[in-house]
C-alpha cells in the first residue's frame, strides 16, 4: 500500500538518480526482472499488451470514426453528441476514451490538442501517442504559440482561421475531427479512411487527401 | 506544484521533432516498460498519485530522458515506496533473499484477454455529487492566483487569468485529493481564455486556450 | 523569456548542498573559464545580452552542467555569435586557416593590472534621466503580469503581484533593452513583497521579499 | 560585432550541445586553445585574474567591512548610506560592488540574498560564490522556503524574526551584516574578522562564534 508520501518519492528519486544503470533499456530491463522475480507480473502478459497497442490499437481505429462520421450524417452526429458510445459501436471503447470529446475543424476552426502537464492522449483510439506530441518542444509551445508549431507541421492557418487549443487537464480526452476533403464525394468509407492521418486527429496536420 | 513537468508557455525547448515513423515503440524497452505500466500497478494507487511521482522525477532526469524511461522511474519510485521492492534489491538487480516477497506469477493474458481489459478499463471519473455547479455555461470566471506543493492540474500558465465558461464536464475526481488517496469528486468545467489573456505575444490574436478546471480553482470574475 | 534560468519558486530541486570547503575553485578549468570571462568580451556586448545568451541555453545543459561550463557555454555562442570563431573550428578544436583572424596578443596582465581592472571595473548602471519617477517611497505598486520572450528581469514568481516601494534606486540601464543592445536608462525601485502575496505556503507568514524592479514593470495598485 | 540575435544564439547553443566535447574540462580547454589560437587573449592574463580571485579577493575582504563597522559607529554609518564609498575607504571596491547595500540583521530582522534569475554576487567582496548559490536548489528555494533553507544550513529562526529575502534582479548588490556576537566587546578587529563567516555575510548563517 502506498503512504502517499510525496517527500519519500522525491528521495527515492534522487536515490535512483544514481544508483540505477544509465541505459534506458538497462533500466526498464531490470524494472522487469524483479517484478518478474517477485512473481508480481508475468512476461507473456507484457508480451500481449505490446502485442495489443502494435497490431491492434492505433490511429487506423481514430481513421475508422472519421470516416464513418464523413460518410454517415447520423453517426457524425452521435459522434459529436456522444463521443464514446459512438465508438463504441465500433469496438474502439478503451483506455483513456471514457469521456472523449471530438472537437470539429471548419472553415474558420482549427483545434490543435496537447498535454502541457504530462502527455494525456486518448490511446485506445489513436494508439502510442507519438515522440514529439510528448516531448518539451510541443508541450511547451502548443499553448503559447500554436501557429507556429503547426508551421513546424508544414500547416499554414490563415488569418480568417481561429486556432482553438485543448489542453488536456483532466480526464477528458480530445479527438480533432477534420475536414472531408473536397472531390471526395464518391470514395468508399475505406478510402475514406486511408485519407485520415493521425496527426490530423491531434490537429497537427489540416488539409487531408493532398500529395 | 511548480515542478519541470509545468512546460505550458515555457520557452527555450526548441523546434519539434516533427518527423515521425508512426511506429509505436521505436526500441523493445518502450515496448515493455509500456506493457509492465498496464499490468503492475501497486494496489491503492491513483492516476493522480502516479502522475505525481512522474512530477517529483529529478528535473535532469525529467528534461534528458526518453519519455517511457521516465515511465519506469516513475514506476521504480511507486513500486518502492509501497513496498513491493527495495532500493536495495533495484540497486542490485534482482529480488532479495526474502522468500515471502516471492509469490506465484499471475496467470499469463492472451492477446484477447488484454483488448478486452483494455476495453473495460474505459473508465469515467464523472459522478454525482449533492451542490449544485456554482457557475454556469457563459459565465466568466477568474482561477485561483497561486498552486500548491502538491499535485494540481491548474497549470501556471492558466493562474490569475479570466475565461468563459464554455461546457459543464459533470462532477469529476478532484486530482489534487485523489493524488492524496482521497476521491472526492468537484464539479468541472470547459473554460476557454483568449490567447491574448494568457501570452504577451497574443495580443489581438482571435486564438483560444481551452482547459478542463475543476470548481475550486474558479471565481466569478 | 519564460526560460529554465527563472528558476525562483520552482519546486522539485531537492536538498541544498551546504557543505562547501570556501575554494574559489574546485578544478583547474573553473579558474580558466573565470578569467576567460574577464578578459574576452567581444565589442559592444551588453551584461543583459550576455545573460540572455545564457538563458538561451538548452535546459537540459542549462542544469546538468556545471556552473562555470555554462559560462564557458555562453562565452562560445557570444564568440560564434560575434563572428570572432566559427561553429567549424569549435568542432574542430582549433582555429581555421584564415591568417587575418590572428592578430597580436594582446600584452599579459600582471597580478597587480587586474586588480586595478578589477577595482576600476566597479561600473555603476544609474544615469540621469529627464522623467521624474512615477512611484515614491511607501507607494503600493503592482506588477506587470506578463512577461515578453526577450531578456526582462521581472521573474515570474512576481509577475502580478502587489507590493510596496521601499527604496528608489536611481535610474539605471533597462536589462530588457541592453540586451537588444539599446542602452537607456529607466527609474528602477526596490519593492518589498509579503511572502503570503507571492507563495500559497506563506499565508500568515510575516516575512518578506525584496526585488530590484524598473518602472515599466510596475503599475500604480 | 554582435547582432543581438536570440535565435542564432539558441542555434548555436543546440549545434555546440552535440559537436563539443563532453567534459567540462575539454570545452574550457578548447575554449582557451581557440582565443589563444586567434591572439584574443593572453593566457598570463587569465593565470593573473585566477591568482586575483584565488589570493587576494575573496570573503575575507567582507569580513573586514563587518568587523570594522561593528568596531567604529562612524564606519558603520558611512557603510550603511554608501557602501561602495565606505569599501573603498579599504580599497575593496570592484566588480559587482559599485551600487552595493548593506542589509543589516537585527533582533528582530533577518536578512537573506540570492539571485533567481542567474547567479548574481558582489564579487569584489566577497570573492567567487559558493557552489550552492549558483545551484538551482538554493536559486529556486530561497525565496518561497527561506526558514526551510536556513534550517538545512543549520539555522534556526524564531517566529519573532522576519525574514527579508533580497533577489538580486538590477544590478545593485547585497551584503548581509550579521550581529556582533555577545562577549566580544574586548576583540580587535582583527579577532572581529575571524568570526565573520562567508554565508553571514549572505545570509545563510546568523548566530557567528559558536564552536
Known amino acids: 500500500m502506498t503512504d502517499f508520501d510525496a517527500g519519500k518519492i522525491a528521495e527515492i528519486h534522487e536515490h535512483l538518480h544514481s544508483h540505477l544503470p544509465s541505459e534506458s533499456a538497462l533500466r526498464v530491463k531490470a524494472l522487469e ?7 508480481l507480473v508475468n512476461p507473456q502478459t507484457i508480451d500481449a499488451w505490446v502485442e495489443a497497442y502494435t497490431e491492434e490499437i492505433g490511429p487506423k481505429r481514430g481513421a475508422r470514426v472519421v470516416a464513418r462520421a464523413w460518410s454517415d450524417p447520423e453517426y457524425r452526429k452521435r459522434l459529436l453528441e456522444d463521443a464514446p458510445a459512438a465508438i463504441d459501436e465500433l469496438g474502439y471503447l478503451g483506455k483513456a476514451t471514457a469521456h472523449l470529446k471530438v472537437v470539429e475543424n471548419t472553415d474558420t476552426v482549427h483545434n490543435l490538442v496537447v498535454c502541457t502537464l504530462c502527455s494525456c492522449y486518448p490511446f485506445s483510439i489513436l494508439g502510442i501517442a507519438p515522440a514529439w506530441y510528448k516531448a518539451a518542444a510541443y508541450r511547451s509551445r502548443a499553448v503559447r504559440d500554436p501557429r507556429g508549431v503547426l508551421a513546424e ?8 482561421v481561429e486556432v482553438r487549443v485543448w489542453d488536456s487537464t483532466a480526464e477528458l480526452r480530445y479527438l480533432v475531427m477534420p475536414q472531408r476533403p473536397a472531390g471526395t464525394e464518391g470514395m468508399s468509407e475505406d478510402e475514406l479512411a486511408e485519407l485520415v492521418t493521425r496527426n490530423s486527429m491531434i490537429g497537427t496536420d489540416r488539409v487531408l487527401g493532398r500529395e | 506544484m511548480d515542478g519541470i513537468h509545468d512546460l505550458g508557455g515555457k520557452q527555450g525547448y526548441g523546434p519539434i521533432e516533427v518527423n515521425d515513423d508512426g511506429d509505436p515503440f521505436h526500441e523493445e524497452w518502450e515496448g515493455r516498460e509500456w506493457g509492465i505500466a498496464q499490468c503492475a500497478r501497486t494496489p491503492g494507487i491513483t492516476i493522480d498519485w502516479w502522475r505525481h511521482c512522474r512530477e ?5 532526469d525529467y528534461l534528458g530522458r526518453p519519455y517511457f524511461d521516465s515511465w519506469a522511474q516513475t514506476d521504480f519510485s511507486t513500486y518502492i515506496e509501497a513496498g513491493w521492492m527495495t532500493l536495495e534489491e533495484v540497486a542490485g538487480g534482482k529480488g532479495g533473499t526474502d522468500d515471502a516477497a516471492h509469490g506465484e506469477p ?3 493474458m492472451t492477446l484477447q484477454q488484454v483488448l478486452q481489459e483494455d476495453h473495460d478499463h ?6 454525482d455529487i449533492d451542490a449544485a455547479p456554482a457557475f454556469s455555461v457563459g459565465q466568466r470566471v477568474v482561477t485561483a492566483s497561486h498552486g500548491h506543493a502538491g499535485h494540481t492540474r491548474l497549470p501556471q500558465y492558466a493562474r490569475g487569468r479570466t475565461g468563459t465558461v464554455q461546457a459543464y464536464n459533470g462532477a469529476h475526481v478532484f486530482p489534487d485529493l485523489s493524488a492524496q488517496g482521497i476521491e472526492v469528486h468537484q464539479h468541472c468545467y470547459n473554460v476557454v481564455f483568449a490567447a491574448s489573456e494568457l501570452w504577451p505575444e497574443a495580443s489581438g490574436s482571435k486564438d483560444k486556450v481551452c482547459l478542463d478546471l475543476w470548481e475550486s480553482y474558479l471565481s466569478e470574475a
Open chain 1, 33 to 39: 526482472t524483479l517484478l518478474v522475480d517477485k512473481g
Open chain 2, 122 to 127: 474505459a473508465h469515467r471519473f464523472d459522478g
Open chain 1, 153 to 160: 507541421f508544414g500547416v499554414e492557418i490563415g488569418d480568417e
Open chain 2, 106 to 108: 499471475p496467470a499469463a
Open chain 2, 56 to 60: 517529483l522525477i529529478m528535473p535532469i
